[in-house]
Nanobody
């Protein structure tokens, strides 16, 4: 089993920056990829960005977040990060990290991001 704990969310003004963190513990030796999702109330989770450790590539959901969102990971520490800049109210959601191996997928509990003036 793998446990994931997100942190770093909160209230930020438009134009601000947040760095979300995800700390993995437990059987993490084969977790080679980490992704970030967001979930609006009453809707399904949507992919935001992530790092595919197998292909060693960074992935973004779409061009609208390019240049504003950067995912990274530190496998040695079992940590992943999502840096979000130039935030707008449209970025308000609960954000989840997702760690994957070839056979398993685990989720954290989420961290709330609220962008408001």
């Amino acid at each position: 089993q793998v446990q994931l704990v997100e942190s770093g969310g909160g209230l930020v003004r438009p134009g601000g920056t947040l760095r979300l963190s995800c700390v993995a513990s437990g059987s993490i030796w084969d977790m080679d990829s980490m992704y970030w999702y967001r979930q609006p109330p009453g809707q399904q989770r949507a992919f935001v960005a992530g790092v595919n450790g197998r292909t060693r590539s960074n992935q973004l959901s779409h061009d609208s977040v390019k240049g504003r969102v950067t995912a990274s990971r530190d496998p040695a520490k079992g940590r992943g990060y999502l840096l979000m800049t130039d935030l707008t109210p449209a970025d308000t959601d609960v954000y989840f990290c997702n760690a994957q191996s070839n056979t398993d997928s685990f989720w954290g509990q989420g961290t709330q991001v609220t962008v408001s003036s």
